[in-house]
Nanobody
Framework: QVQLVESGGGSVQAGGSLRLSCAAS????????MGWFRQAPGKEREGVAV???????RYADSVKGRFTISKDNAKTTLFLLMYSLKPDDTAMYYC?????????????????WGQGTQVTV
């Protein structure tokens, strides 16, 4: 059974930084695209950053230059480093996995989801 568990969320002042982690288990970690999505109150869930099996990355325009996605294949953990945080970054952040579509920021392409971790700026 695939399990994705996020951690690292919290409250931070504007301009601050956070690092989110997603521990994956029961999953062929390195073979699929994984990513981070977020959903703010009253808004649809949106793709933030994704990383392919070959390490290629893609970011939403709103976070380019401020967020960095990475993964540790040995520890089967996905990370999201967030710098220069803005109030607009406030949302529930979700880890997602299982996409065969390279570089997809579309939530419909992902099969597995974590429960989310709250980020408040």
């Amino acid at each position: 059974q695939v399990q994705l568990v996020e951690s690292g969320g919290g409250s931070v002042q504007a301009g601050g930084s956070l690092r989110l982690s997603c521990a994956a288990s029961g999953y062929t970690y390195s073979s699929y695209c994984m990513g981070w999505f977020r959903q703010a109150p009253g808004k649809e869930r949106e793709g933030v950053a994704v990383i392919d099996s070959d390490g290629s990355t893609r970011y939403a325009d709103s976070v380019k230059g401020r967020f960095t996605i990475s993964k540790d294949n040995a520890k089967t953990t996905l990370f999201l480093l967030m710098y220069s945080l803005k109030p607009d970054d406030t949302a529930m952040y979700y880890c997602a996995a299982g996409s065969w579509v390279a570089g997809s920021l579309d939530e419909h392409d992902y099969v597995h989801w974590g429960q989310g971790t709250q980020v408040t700026v």
